[in-house]
């Protein structure tokens, strides 16, 4: 959904050990390919979704809603590759 400007979209945490190094990177990986700017917050945290240390301090937990702030001129397309990690538990298996 575009509100201000910006694509907002909201994303479960699947993974049974929540955000942590390898998913974490993954999703990095995946943010860092796109132009836009884009902010994950989780509880009273905001952080940039480029930035592995960042998305650590989230200290994520298995069933934690992510909302995303994306801005920019590839919004929607990181908008849905990154939905789309998540759903995939960001490539792991235990």
Do not use: W
């Amino acid at each position: 959904m575009i509100k201000n400007g910006k694509l907002q979209e909201t994303f479960v945490v699947l993974n049974d050990k929540g955000l942590h190094t390898r998913p974490a990177t993954e999703l990095v990986k995946c943010a860092s390919g796109f132009k836009s700017q884009i902010t994950l917050h989780y509880q009273k945290l905001s952080v940039n979704a480029k930035s592995l240390l960042g998305i650590l301090m989230l200290a994520a937990t298995k069933g934690a809603k992510i909302k995303m702030d994306i801005e920019g001129e590839d919004a929607e397309e990181a908008g849905r590759e990154l939905l789309d990690l998540s759903k995939k538990k960001f490539h792991m298996t235990y």
